[in-house]
């Protein structure tokens, strides 16, 4: 049964009132404390410019007051040597926020402790204090979901990165790589000293090679001008992706790596029905290859049991699972299999917000908190009647939800 798909496009400042200080402002002024917010004054006080005073040659308190060995305000009268505040003026050795101003270690950020997961991005950003270039980091982030402050990392330029030229292969004419066909489809302008993305893509049981580029979706969106898209079949279409495939993945990558200006650090596999069971297998077995897995209409594999206390994984990924709330091929307990399993493996929690632009019923995706910094998990339970009304296929919102999320590393 052939899939049909038709993607579109989607989609503070506390100030110091540092009039004579009194007390335990010595020497040394009031040091303060690190409170969230913009960065502080650092320090600079008004040192030296407070104006001979009231308080006479010696102050008001004799030599030893209460404000130190030359009396409450110093030796030339109510604002000391050094102004209002002592030797470093109204804010002290440390201003209001220590050594990286008022926001602390931290700055207060955008993320926010949860925000509305809207997909893309990974956590807030802020410029305030010494640690604030990622803001308090957050589960989600106010309006961008993602990572929860999660840090890019550089592009890792694979060995293709210079190459020119390379073949790419077509659906007519295939490459081959452990007797499996695929082809490749090169960005817009692909430059090969530029590393791109790369984005697999496992077309379902039953179906040709080119299904994947022509009804995936990543053809219409983003993707075409920004990633390599690959585009492999399975050792059987009658069969589908198994097991007996998974050895496969690795001579595909390392083909795809090494004649292509790949970005190592953003690979990126998605599939349907057991292109979906196979890429939901790659984002455990071959996790340290790929950064994210958008698993879809999947189904157990026995030689792959959804267990996260006993699969060795080689490393986590961000895991968008989609499935359909209706599945009358697979049935609709197994999407939740995938999920739960995700779920565990990024140790998230069992709450869930909603992911801003796909809260219809067509598409109706959640995204978990409280999983690894980095590594959420979405669920998608839709009612897009794809694949000849089954319910069981790649929806229309796939290829612009996914892409959101892959694009936003």
Known sequence: MRATSDPSPIAPRCTWLGAALLGACALLGCAGSEDNGSPGSAGSGSAGTGAPGSAGTVGAAGTSAAGGTTGTAGTIGAAGTSASAGTTGAAGVTAMGGNSGAAGDGGSGTAGAAGSSTVGGRGGSSTAGRGGATGVAGAGGTGTGGGGGATKPPPNPSAGCGKANPQTGTSGSPLMVSSHKYYVKLPTGYDANKPYPVLFMF????NPITWAEQNAGYESNGAKAAAIRVYPDPLSEASGWGASDVSFFAPLYDAITNAFCVDKARAFAAGESSGGDFSSILGCEHANKL??????????????????????????????VIHGKNDNVVGPANGPKT????????????????????????SNCVQYQGCDAGFPVYWCLHTDPNYSGTNHGWPAFAANMTWSVFSSY
């Open 203 to 206: 077309n379902p049981t039953g």
């Open 291 to 320: 950064r994210a897995v958008a698993p879809c209409a999947t189904k157990d594999v026995g030689q792959y049991p959804l267990n996260a206390t006993t699969r060795k994984c080689t490393g986590q990924v961000t895991a968008i």
């Open 339 to 362: 999920r739960d399993f995700y779920v565990a493996l990024n140790h998230c929690g069992t709450t869930t917000q909603p992911v801003t632009g796909y809260t219809d019923t067509m």
